[in-house]
């Protein structure tokens, strides 16, 4: 169930949803634009948090990454 919100959109933003979406259609891109922008939001910060913490780890070469997962999969 969806909740009602209050928020204000610019002039020129309501007018184009005005015209360009059906009046029972709304709610509905508006929700679609706003999940994918907070997904956008999510990557960008979580990107951020893995750059900083490459930044703190040392560099790993592929073959001792090949190497430990073979370990944990008890394929030494």
């Given at each position: 169930?969806?909740?009602?919100?209050?928020?204000?959109?610019?002039?020129?933003?309501?007018?184009?949803?005005?015209?360009?979406?059906?009046?029972?259609?709304?709610?509905?891109?508006?929700?679609?634009?706003?999940?994918?922008?907070?997904?956008?939001?999510?990557?960008?910060?979580?990107?951020?948090?893995?750059?900083q913490l490459?930044?703190r780890?040392?560099?790993?070469?592929?073959?001792?990454?090949?190497?430990?997962?073979?370990?944990?999969?008890?394929?030494?």
């Amino acid at each position: 169930m969806g909740v009602k919100v209050n928020f204000v959109l610019d002039d020129d933003v309501k007018r184009d949803l005005d015209r360009l979406v059906e009046s029972g259609m709304r709610s509905r891109i508006i929700n679609d634009a706003l999940r994918k922008e907070l997904l956008q939001v999510k990557r960008r910060g979580l990107a951020k948090k893995h750059d900083q913490l490459r930044g703190r780890t040392k560099a790993v070469s592929t073959l001792e990454i090949v190497k430990a997962l073979r370990r944990d999969r008890g394929r030494t």
